[in-house]
């Protein structure tokens, strides 16, 4: 079965630093892949998708990459702040019969951040 | 548009008892998805709908829970009868892009107390 795995323990980075979170996943090779933030007691809330022909994707602070070989993906933050501090989760889209799909998401790893 | 709406946001409910929660979609999208979040196995898909028809519920534990969709703007996941090892955090999402492994919106979640 598809098995995506992101590290367990927290991450604990300086303001101003980048944040480098990873995603790797096995038995299975997605066309796409997403990742959330969720905050405590809320809902996870979407943030980035790429698809495995993009190598890379920015969206101001963020960017995502993504390899295909080595069957991982990397998240960085740059420029943290205490306000990015909250768990990530990492998604993979997988695609069955009849071009059903969902996502399998990650156990999550928690980012904090310190002023 | 307010998001998806979820209600109770907390159920402390007694082994044996059934348990409802509900779900409020965004309007206009067309794939709605029940999720449930432990610490120990993470967010895990139970059963998504598309225009309102269940397309994969291989997710769904037990014969004890079911999911309703009677229209497009409502849908339903009871447990009957509840058990301890139900308690989790249960979410609802909605997607539009055409797909079921697109960016999802999710709502904030309703956490389940089986005494």
């Known amino acids: 079965s598809q098995k995506i795995e992101q590290n367990s323990e927290a991450l604990n980075i300086q303001e101003g630093k980048t944040a480098t979170l990873t995603c790797n996943y096995t038995?299975?090779?997605?066309?796409?892949l997403q990742w959330y933030r969720q905050d405590p007691g809320r809902g996870p809330v979407f943030l980035l998708l790429?698809?495995?022909?993009?190598k890379e994707k920015r969206k101001e602070r963020l960017k995502v990459t993504f390899d295909t070989t080595l069957k991982q993906s990397l998240f960085h933050i740059t420029a943290s702040q205490p306000a990015d501090s909250a768990t990530y989760l990492c998604a993979l889209a997988y695609i069955g019969s009849g071009n059903t799909g969902k996502l399998i998401f990650g156990q999550g790893t928690t980012l904090q951040v310190k002023p | 548009d307010a998001g998806v709406i979820q209600s109770p946001r907390h159920e402390v409910t007694e082994m044996g008892q059934e348990v409802t929660l509900r779900c409020k979609p965004i309007?206009?999208?067309?794939?709605l998805f029940w999720y449930r979040q432990t610490m120990m196995r993470g967010l895990e898909l139970l059963i998504y709908f598309n225009n309102n028809v269940p397309i994969d519920d291989s997710g769904m534990p037990e014969d004890r829970f079911s999911a309703k969709m009677p229209n497009a703007s409502f849908s339903t996941l009871k447990i009957q009868p509840s058990e301890p090892r139900d308690s989790a955090v249960y979410f609802c999402a909605s997607s539009f892009k055409g797909t079921s492994y697109n960016e999802q919106f999710f709502g904030p979640g309703t956490r389940l107390t089986v005494l």
């Open positions: 790429i698809r495995e022909n993009e």
């Open positions: 038995n299975y090779s997605p066309a796409y």
């Open positions: 309007s206009g999208h067309d794939y």
